[in-house]
T-cell receptor, first 115, second 113 residues
């Protein structure tokens, strides 16, 4: 079982819905990340949190709203999404940010479909 | 030109074959080179990483970096059906708040029994 757990595994939502993705890490890491993985595209970094503080927002539209209440939990709140937002959303954690000695540990992702 | 180029495949080989997966890059600032493996319906997991030019071996896997050509490779010897997955190259430079990590698109590999 992975040390990074994401729920739900699959989510189908309409463009007017509001939903949230949840991520929990059991590795004692201090940094957490949201990535978007679309078919035939490289992984896109969305947000970075270090010790609960957001340190990076990679020009993500405001319809994606992250929340990090503590170093073990990360949420991604979704509202008024577009069909092109359909993708696999991956959560990752690392001991600290910005170092090759702290590799990323990924969860298994939430497969999001926007109808 | 994109920073990291990786042929998405798909690549299909028979069991026992030697597999070669490759990425090219344009940013000479990249210092660390990684390979991630992603099984279907799973998240990526770090397979190997290397810093310098040359080869690094781990069991059946060899990572090769040629900084002069801006080219990295992952070789899999005696490939097994369990190696079937998407392989992502990734590269990084800098550190701390100035750290940048860039992924390739991934190559889908199928090893047929």
């Amino acid at each position: 079982e992975t040390g990074v757990t994401q729920t739900p595994r699959h989510l189908v939502m309409g463009m007017t819905n509001k939903k949230s993705l949840k991520c929990e890490q059991h590795l004692g890491h201090n940094a957490m990340y949201w990535y978007k993985q679309s078919a035939k595209k490289p992984l896109e970094l969305m947000f970075v949190y270090n010790f609960k503080e957001q340190t990076e927002n990679n020009s993500v539209p405001s319809r994606f709203s992250p929340e990090c209440p503590n170093s073990s939990h990360l949420f991604l709140h979704l509202h008024t999404l577009q069909p092109e937002d359909s993708a696999l959303y991956l959560c990752a954690s690392s001991h600290r940010t910005g170092a090759i000695s702290s590799p990323l540990h990924f969860g298994n992702g939430t497969r999001l479909t926007v109808t | 030109q994109k920073e990291v180029e990786q042929d998405p495949g798909p690549l299909s080989v028979p069991e026992g074959a030697i597999v070669s997966l490759n990425c090219t890059y344009s940013n000479s600032a990249f210092q660390y080179f990684m390979w991630y493996r992603q099984y279907s319906r799973k998240g990526p997991e770090l397979l190997m990483y290397t810093y310098s030019s040359g080869n690094k071996e781990d069991g059946r896997f060899t990572a090769q970096v040629d900084k002069s050509s801006k080219y990295i490779s992952l070789f899999i010897r005696d490939s097994q059906p369990s190696d079937s997955a998407t392989y992502l190259c990734a590269m990084s430079w800098g550190g701390g708040s100035n750290y940048k990590l860039t992924f390739g698109k991934g190559t889908l590999l199928t090893v047929n029994p």
